[in-house]
């Protein structure tokens, strides 16, 4: 058996195709391609804007911009997920400030967002971590009765569904990453998606340095744009996602039914949620057979890939200055020890799946 990546991007020639029509057409900066790309993903998520930007962390930090977060503003995040949902919040001048995540799904905790609102908060982060959208509804009621703005972090979650409403149609302002492992991909970029024209406006001018008309600048803004040659990756991408969806979940679903070794948890899936398996993570408990480290190295042997997303929780990052603070977070602090991911890329064949299983089945 080759050795099987915990990722690989899935590229055809399709997508060669279209940055080559690029590349010979000489426009290579943002351009129609870009609008349309746009126009595409809004329609796909049921938005009423989308805005191309260049990486999921300039999606987020254009998008709390546009929600007018500043210095002395607080902003309420997941102390489980990656870095960017809290440096994105720093690179505004304002405050992130961590909520702790639900033991069953590892997205935040409502609960814990309600008893860290303050005079000062003024947005609140839902990450859609791993593929699985938060509880939509509870952080939206939160945010609704305390005036705070609610922003999607859907960074791994193209696609997925809430109700039967895709990721992305919720917030006031909603930020994907096309990384070059995610779901969908175009090498680097990212898109903001939203359903309110000035935040659409006000998104447009913040990503191309404050720019209100040729040399006319209103706002500090940035160079934040889409190239066309990610956005013909990225409309190729888009018609292949549900079907590359499908794929992971169809997997995950196969890892759920045959994995069986004890002390090895799977992933749950909270009620109306439709997961699409950015990662398929699972969860070491103290009667798994290995520790994390060894049963790494135990896969790498076999040839297996594996991460572990994410080995240090955010409040213990010392970047934000609180690793030397009392647990705030103890559940984010468990997963950060316990959990693995496993390979669940929509190029993953039967065979490989089942060979997976039977090297994790067969540690003792």
Known sequence: MDNIPVARPAIGQEEISAVSDVLKSGMLASGDRVLDFER???????SNHAVAVNNGTAALHAALLAAGIGPGDEVI????TFVATASAVVMCGAKPVFADVDEMTFTISPQQVAERITPKTRAVIGVH??????DIEALQEICESKSLKFIEDAAQAHGALYKGAKTGSFGHLACFSFYATKNMITGEGGMVTTSDK???ERLRLIINHGQSEKYLHTRLGYNYRMTDIAAAMGI?????????NLRRRKNAEFYNANLSVKGLSIPFVGPARNHVYHQYVIRLTEEFPMNRTTFIEYLKAKGIGSAVHYPIPLHRQPLFGLENDPDPCPVSTSLAGSVLSLPVHPLLDQKELTYICD???RVR
Do not use: R, S, T
């Open 198 to 200: 000035a935040y659409n």
């Open 359 to 361: 090297a994790v089945n």
């Open 129 to 134: 971590l791993f593929g699985q959208p938060c």
């Open 77 to 80: 995040v997941p102390a489980f």
């Open 40 to 46: 595409k993903f809004a329609d796909f998520c049921g």
């Open 236 to 244: 190729v991408q888009l018609k292949k996602l549900e079907k590359f």
